[in-house]
C-alpha cells in the first residue's frame, strides 16, 4: 500500500536522510583509505535530528538499509581478516585463478579482503532504479563511441541489465538502494550548445529541469536530499551541468571523468571514472593482444598529442623532439612505424595507421607520459594499461578512478607538474626491478579498465558501479514510523 495520505513536504520532512559520515569514515578510512574523504556540508546536507527514532522499518522500504547494514558489517569482519597477519586465500583464487598470491593482491589492492568481500555483497543486493522520465537524445542515451564513450556505454549497460535478465537495475524503487539520472551531458552539449558561445547555462537548466521533474514526480529525491542518487559523465563540462541542481552538486554521487579535486570534486562522494577513447566503438584492434616485454621497449617513456592547456605546454617546451632515441615527445607530428619512414606527411597519412604508429610507439616503451590536457583526465591512461606500459600521471588535483580500492602507486608513477624538467630523470632513476613490478600492478588492474560488451565480472562497468555503492554505504536514510502507511 502507498503512502498515500502524507502531504509531499511533510513527508520530506519527516523522512530524511542522514550522512554518517563521521561513523561511516571509518569504513572508508579505515577499509579502503580514500584520500580527501570528508565531512558533508553540514548546512547543505540534511539535518540528522531524527537519528534516535531510528529502526521501526515502514512497510515502504522493509529491507534496504538492513541490507546495507549487514553488507558494511560482513565488508568490516573481511577487513580485520587483512589486517590479521594470515590473510585467507580465497580472494586470490577469486582475483586471478589459484596462481595469484595475496603478497601481490595486497600490493596492488588496498585491502584485498575488504574488497572482495565489498563487491561480492555488492552482486548479491546492490539494486540501482532508473528514473524512466524523458527522451533519447538527452535522456536514456549517450555516445557508444570516441572520447566520450563511457557516458553512453554506462547509460546502454545499466538500463540492459534489467530484470527478467540477472542484473543490477530494478523497476522497484522501493527496493533500490541508489537512484540513477540517466542524462547525457555528451548529448546536452551536442543539441543544447550553441557553438562557440561559450554558454553553458543551457546544460545548467536542462539539469535543473531533470532533476525538478523526477523530485516532484517522486518521493525519493527530497527523501535525501539527492544524496542516494548518481549522474554519470565524462564530458569536460560535466562538473558545470551539476551545478544546474545545487543538491545534486553538495549531495547527489556525481560519477566524472573531469574529476579535479580544485573544480568540486570531493573523492569521498563523487566517483572518478576513467576516460577510455573506443574510436570505432571497440577497443583498439592494436591493444588487443599481448603485450612485449621489457626487453623489447627501448623507450624510456613516450608521449604524442596536442598542446592543450598549461601542462602540455611546460611538457612540449621541455621534452618536445629533445631526445627522440629514448624519449620520443611529439607534438602529433608523429614518425611512421608502419610505413616508408616518411614522416613528413605524417599528418596525411590515414587516421588508422597514425593510431597504429601510436600505439607501436606505447608498446616499444616502458612507461607513457599521460599529462593532463584542458581537463585532468587522460585517455592515455586506459591506453597505456593496455599496451603494458607504465602511465605516469602528470597533473594537479586530479584523483584517478577506483583509487579508495586500487594502490594507483602500484602500477603508476605520479609526477608533480612542478617536476616535468626533472621527468627523465625522474624514470630513469626507477630501477629495472620496480619497473617489472608496476608492469606486474598494470597486468592486474587491466581488468578493471576494460569495457566489456555484455559487461563482465570486475571490468570497468562495475568497478564505476562498485565505487558507487561504496559511497552509498557511507550514507544512510533514517527510518520513521510513517503514521499514513498501512503496514
Ligand atoms: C520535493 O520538493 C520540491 C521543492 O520543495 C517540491 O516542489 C516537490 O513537490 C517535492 N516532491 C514531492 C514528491 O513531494
Ligand atoms: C557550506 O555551504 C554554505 C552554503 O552553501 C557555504 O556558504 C559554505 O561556505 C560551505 N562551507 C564549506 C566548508 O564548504
Ligand atoms: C595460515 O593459516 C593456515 C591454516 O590456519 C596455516 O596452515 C598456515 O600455515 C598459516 N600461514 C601463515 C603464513 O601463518
Ligand atoms: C613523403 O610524403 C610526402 C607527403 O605525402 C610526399 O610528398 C613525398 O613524396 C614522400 N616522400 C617519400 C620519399 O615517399
Ligand atoms: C583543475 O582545476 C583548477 C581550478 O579550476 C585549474 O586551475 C587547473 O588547471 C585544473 N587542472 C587541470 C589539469 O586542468
Request: glycine share 8%.
Amino acid at each position: 500500500m502507498r503512502m498515500a495520505a502524507a502531504a509531499p513536504a511533510a513527508a520530506a520532512a519527516r523522512l530524511r536522510a542522514v550522512a554518517l559520515w563521521a561513523a561511516l569514515l571509518v569504513l572508508v578510512v579505515g577499509v579502503f583509505s580514500v584520500s580527501g574523504a570528508e565531512v558533508p556540508n553540514s548546512s547543505s546536507s540534511p539535518s540528522s535530528s531524527h537519528l534516535g527514532q531510528q529502526g521501526a522499518f515502514t512497510s515502504r522500504r522493509p529491507s534496504v538499509e538492513r541490507e546495507l547494514d549487514a553488507a558494511r558489517a560482513a565488508i568490516r569482519r573481511a577487513a580485520r581478516l587483512h589486517r590479521g597477519s594470515n590473510a585467507s586465500s580465497a580472494p586470490g583464487r577469486w582475483f586471478r585463478g589459484d596462481d595469484v598470491d595475496y603478497a601481490l593482491l595486497a600490493r596492488v589492492y588496498r585491502n584485498p579482503a575488504a574488497f572482495h568481500r565489498s563487491y561480492v555483497e555488492m552482486e548479491r543486493r546492490f539494486k540501482v532504479y532508473v528514473y524512466t522520465e524523458g527522451e533519447p537524445p538527452i535522456l536514456h542515451a549517450g555516445p557508444c563511441k570516441n572520447i566520450y564513450t563511457i557516458e553512453g556505454r554506462f547509460i546502454e549497460q545499466l538500463e540492459l541489465l534489467a530484470p527478467p535478465a540477472a542484473g543490477v537495475r530494478t523497476w522497484d524503487p522501493d527496493r533500490a538502494h541508489a537512484f540513477f539520472l540517466p542524462f547525457s551531458v555528451v548529448q546536452m552539449v551536442h543539441f543544447a550548445y550553441r557553438p562557440l558561445s561559450y554558454d553553458r547555462a543551457p546544460l545548467l537548466s536542462l539539469v535543473r529541469d531533470y532533476v525538478r521533474v523526477v523530485a516532484s514526480r517522486h518521493p525519493f529525491w527530497n527523501r535525501s536530499a539527492g544524496a542516494d542518487h548518481f549522474m554519470l559523465s565524462c564530458h569536460d563540462w560535466g562538473p558545470d551541468a551539476s551545478k544546474g541542481d545545487p543538491e545534486l552538486y553538495a549531495n547527489g554521487i556525481r560519477a566524472l571523468c573531469n574529476a579535479n579535486t580544485s573544480e568540486g570534486f570531493r573523492p569521498g562522494k563523487d566517483v572518478s571514472i576513467p576516460e577510455i577513447n573506443l574510436y570505432d566503438g571497440d577497443t583498439p584492434r592494436q591493444l588487443l593482444g599481448p603485450s612485449p616485454g621489457l626487453s623489447a621497449r627501448p623507450y624510456l617513456a613516450f608521449f604524442a598529442g596536442g598542446r592543450h592547456g598549461h601542462v602540455r605546454d611546460l611538457l612540449l617546451r621541455h621534452w618536445k623532439g629533445r631526445d627522440p632515441a629514448t624519449f620520443p615527445v611529439y607534438e602529433y607530428d608523429l614518425p611512421s612505424t608502419t610505413g616508408n619512414g616518411n614522416s613528413s606527411g605524417s599528418h596525411n597519412r590515414r587516421g588508422r595507421d597514425r593510431q597504429s604508429d601510436y600505439f607501436a610507439y606505447m608498446h616499444r616503451s616502458r612507461f607513457c607520459l599521460c599529462p593532463s590536457g584542458h581537463e585532468v583526465a587522460s585517455p592515455r591512461v586506459v591506453e597505456a594499461i593496455h599496451a603494458g606500459c607504465v602511465p605516469v600521471l602528470v597533473s594537479g588535483g586530479y584523483a584517478p578512478p577506483f583509487a579508495d580500492v586500487l594502490r594507483w602507486e602500484s602500477f603508476s608513477v605520479s609526477v608533480p607538474v612542478a617536476d616535468i624538467p626533472r621527468l627523465k630523470e625522474v624514470l630513469e632513476g626507477i630501477p629495472t626491478a620496480e619497473v617489472e613490478r608496476l608492469r606486474d600492478g598494470v597486468r592486474l588492474v587491466k581488468r578493471h579498465f576494460t569495457l566489456r560488451q555484455p559487461p563482465e565480472r570486475l571490468d570497468m562497468f562495475h568497478m564505476i558501479l562498485h565505487s558507487v555503492w561504496l559511497r552509498r554505504l557511507n550514507f544512510r536514510l533514517d527510518h520513521y514510523p510513517v503514521q499514513n502507511s498501512v503496514g
